[in-house]
């Protein structure tokens, strides 16, 4: 699952985190800005949930998004 907007990836990563998914949260546009290089467009972040664990996060994700 990948969601785009930073501030819903943050908190729909804190929400998982809290029934005991550690999702994978990825921000390209800080880390080119880091490299020096901007090839990404801002306020956008990925979260991606582990295949095992998209069916036990589903209820969860579906809830925050509403």
Known sequence: ???RHTLI???LAARLYEIGINPIERN???SSLRKGF???IANQAKVF???GEIEESQATVDE???
């Open 28 to 30: 390209d546009h800080n």
């Open 38 to 40: 901007t090839i990404s």
């Open 9 to 11: 990836a943050k908190g």
């Open 49 to 51: 949930i582990r295949k």
């Open 1 to 3: 699952m990948l969601y």
């Open 64 to 66: 925050f998004l509403k």
